[in-house]
Nanobody, 122 residues
Framework: QVHVVESGGGVVQPGGSLTLSCVAS????????MAWYRQAPGKQRELVAT????????YYGNDVKGRFTISRDNTKNTVSLQMNSLKPEDTAVYYC???????????????WGQGTQVTVSS
């Protein structure tokens, strides 16, 4: 069994910064693509950013491009999301997502965390 757990959410003023972290644990053989999603009240969950295993290729949603930075540390099984110039519309529950192959399965599993709340408000 593998898990991912997010941390780092909170309340921040508009224009402020926040860093989210996510750590994977359990019977991990290899972690492939890692990503952050978010879901605001009354809206569908949307993709925020993704990063490949080698950390070279990243993708950002249009709403966060130029303000957010995704990174990962494969030695620690972590992925982070640095969020700058935060806006009230960034308020949402942020979810960590990872494709993880365990030692007992050949096919990677799509793993989700429980989410961490980010509130941008003055």
């Amino acid at each position: 069994q593998v898990h991912v757990v997010e941390s780092g959410g909170g309340v921040v003023q508009p224009g402020g910064s926040l860093t989210l972290s996510c750590v994977a644990s359990g019977n991990i053989f290899r972690i492939y693509v890692m990503a952050w999603y978010r879901q605001a009240p009354g809206k569908q969950r949307e993709l925020v950013a993704t990063i490949t295993r080698d950390g070279i290729t990243t993708y950002y949603g249009n709403d966060v491009k130029g303000r957010f930075t995704i990174s990962r540390d494969n030695t620690k099984n972590t992925v982070s999301l640095q969020m700058n110039s935060l806006k009230p519309e960034d308020t949402a529950v942020y979810y960590c997502n990872a494709d993880i192959r365990s030692h007992t399965d050949i096919i990677p599993e799509d793993i989700w965390g429980q989410g961490t709340q980010v509130t941008v408000s003055s």
